[in-house]
């Protein structure tokens, strides 16, 4: 079955901190990955997405994703984290529908 | 550009009433979707439009919920009745193409909705 987990339902890191958030997912290919951000009463932003070629995509933000085969993973990563980056965040996956996970929140601490 | 708006963006209702939700896409773009939010959980597609035409509806609760999207531009989402678990956010979205996870999607701020 087609499934998207984000292990981490919460993550707090401190402001200037590295962070990572983590996706796996079960499909029967390669699908196409995305990353979205959900603000506060925002609707969703995409972040980042990934169909083929480089696995380490550069997205919006100074975010970046790797993909990785062997794991099945998709994790979300940036280097420095600023309080602006409090938010909801969204694995999703898919080919002709995408599929959401679950969403990890991030809290960013002065 | 102007985003994809929705009205309104707050509502609640008492269980077995009906509502609508509104959603204006993006100019141009072809492909409007409706999402369910539930809280804790991620977007679940209900319906999805290809210009005035319906591409997919598996997971719309036809029992209940209908959309519609005259003229290929604005839609109309509806519930009727309403059940508790129907509380959630419901989300509106575009694309520019005629979808597929290659079109990107641009989602507008969502409707909050609490059945009492």
């Known amino acids: 079955a087609q499934s998207v987990t984000q292990p981490d339902i919460h993550i707090t890191v401190s402001e200037g901190a590295s962070l990572e958030l983590r996706c796996n997912y079960s499909?029967?290919?390669?699908?196409?990955l995305f990353w979205y951000v959900q603000s506060p009463g925002q609707g969703l932003q995409l972040l980042l997405k990934?169909?083929?070629?480089?696995?380490l995509v550069q997205g919006i933000k100074g975010f970046e994703a790797e993909f990785k085969r062997s794991q099945s993973s998709f994790n979300l990563r940036k280097p420095s984290v600023h309080w602006s980056d409090a938010a909801e965040y969204f694995c999703?996956?898919?080919?002709?529908?995408?599929?959401f996970g679950a969403g990890t929140r991030l809290t960013v601490k002065p | 550009e102007a985003g994809v708006a929705q009205s309104p963006r707050y509502k609640i209702i008492e269980k077995r009433q009906s509502v609508a939700f509104w959603c204006n896409p993006i100019?141009?773009?072809?492909?409007l979707y409706w999402y369910q939010q539930i809280l804790g959980q991620g977007p679940k597609l209900l319906i999805q439009f290809q210009n005035n035409g319906v591409v997919d509806d598996s997971q719309l609760p036809k029992d209940r919920f209908s959309a519609e999207r005259l003229k290929g531009v604005d839609s109309t989402l509806k519930i009727q009745p309403a059940k508790l678990e129907d509380s959630a956010v419901y989300l509106c979205?575009?694309?520019?193409?005629?979808?597929?996870?290659?079109?990107?999607?641009?989602f507008g701020p969502g409707t909050r909705l609490t059945v009492l």
């Open positions: 990934y169909f083929s070629g480089d696995t």
């Open positions: 979205a575009s694309s520019l193409g005629p979808g597929g996870s290659t079109d990107t999607q641009y």
């Open positions: 999703a996956v898919g080919f002709n529908d995408m599929r």
């Open positions: 499909y029967g290919a390669t699908p196409y």
């Open positions: 100019s141009g773009h072809a492909t």
